[in-house]
């Protein structure tokens, strides 16, 4: 079946570090990933989207890369702020339109 | 745009009882997302509306689940009757038809069975 699996683990950093969060899956290949961010109370928010013929995709201090072989996407905060302090998901699309989402990762930047 | 509206914020009920959740998409959006949230389980999507049409249930846990959407700016859940295994945080989020799929959600509904 197919599956979407992020580190369950919570993902501890030091402020001004850079944080790297895994998502792979299997028996899929999407055209694109989505990575969103929830915070405590609130609904997932898109961050970003890369495609399946980029290798890389950045805004601002975040970066996302995208390998198709390996089936996995990376998601770095550079220079990371206790703000970053959130769960990130990550998401695609197994062919029926809609999303299927990872089961997210905690990251907290300790100042 | 007040962006994905979604009604109540917050439900207690008891077991056996039937639970309406609301949900009034980004005006203009074609599409339409029932997700459920728990800790074990994470985000799984429910069913999903295209122009107000049903496209994709295959979430819905039992028939104890409905959606509908009568009009492009409602649509509702309801759990009927509810069980304590029905408690989690409901969330609807609609997209536009055109570009990449990238959806908005509300805020969430946190139901509670007893």
């Known amino acids: 079946s197919q599956k979407i699996e992020q580190n369950s683990e919570a993902l501890n950093i030091q402020e001004g570090k850079t944080a790297t969060l895994t998502c792979n899956y299997t028996n899929y290949s999407p055209a694109y990933l989505q990575w969103y961010r929830q915070d405590p109370g609130r609904g997932p928010v898109f961050l970003l989207l890369?495609?399946?013929?980029?290798k890389e995709k950045r805004k601002e201090r975040l970066k996302v890369t995208f390998d198709t072989t390996l089936k996995q996407s990376l998601f770095h905060t550079t220079a990371s702020q206790p703000a970053d302090s959130a769960t990130y998901l990550c998401?695609?699309?197994?062919?029926?339109?809609?999303?299927?989402f990872g089961s997210g990762t905690r990251l907290q930047v300790q100042p | 745009d007040a962006g994905v509206i979604q009604s109540p914020r917050h439900e207690v009920t008891e077991m056996g009882q039937e639970v309406t959740l609301r949900c009034k998409p980004i005006?203009?959006?074609?599409?339409l997302f029932w997700y459920r949230q728990t800790m074990m389980r994470g985000l799984e999507l429910l069913i999903y509306f295209n122009n107000n049409v049903p496209i994709d249930d295959s979430g819905m846990p039992e028939d104890r689940f409905s959606a509908k959407m009568p009009n492009a700016s409602f649509s509702t859940l309801k759990i009927q009757p509810s069980e304590p295994r029905d408690s989690a945080v409901y969330f609807c989020?609609?997209?536009?038809?055109?570009?990449?799929?990238?959806?908005?959600f509300g805020p969430g509904t946190r139901l509670l069975v007893l």
């Open positions: 989020a609609s997209r536009p038809a055109a570009g990449v799929e990238t959806q908005y």
């Open positions: 890369i495609r399946e013929n980029e």
């Open positions: 998401a695609l699309d197994p062919g029926r339109r809609a999303l299927t």
């Open positions: 005006s203009g959006h074609d599409y």
